[in-house]
């Protein structure tokens, strides 16, 4: 069985770096990208089951990335989770309606973040309706 794909697209290189090592230790191949820019390009080449990235991104945040990702029939299925050290109820609802799946606050627990995806990837699965 294939391994699941993790996009993590965060301008802060040791976030990606730890980012990286706990999902690689959960099971999943992680790919990553400093800009939104550069994670376009490899959401277009990779096609990752997942993306995880930091709202605060330079250039194209990452809720205007999420809305560009859910407003494209090629990548609206995508499991899109903002990283974000606001996770008060103002920010909680920019972040979903710019089409993001769900969010994960930082600082992050390092020994469950990949049950947390786990957790998303399981719930979206459920959700995708069956066409046969």
């Not at 069985?1 to 770096?17: G, P, Q, R, W």
């Not at 990752?48 to 407003?71: A, E, H, T, W, Y």
Request: neutral net charge.
């Amino acid at each position: 069985m294939k391994k699941k794909s993790i996009l993590v697209i965060d301008n802060n290189t040791s976030n990606a770096k730890l980012i990286k090592i706990c999902l690689s230790n959960g099971g999943y191949d992680v790919l990553i990208a400093d800009n939104a820019e550069a994670g376009l390009k490899i959401v277009n080449r990779e096609h990752p089951s997942v993306i995880l990235m930091d709202v605060k991104l330079s250039g194209m945040n990452g809720l205007q990335l999420s809305r560009f990702l859910k407003d494209n029939p090629e990548t609206s299925h995508i499991v899109v989770l903002a990283l974000t050290t606001h996770a008060w109820k103002h920010q909680e609802e920019k972040i979903l309606n710019a089409g993001c799946d769900g969010f994960i606050s930082q600082p992050f627990d390092t020994r469950t973040l990949s049950k947390v995806i786990d957790g998303y990837l399981q719930r979206h699965d459920f959700e995708k309706p069956n066409i046969i």
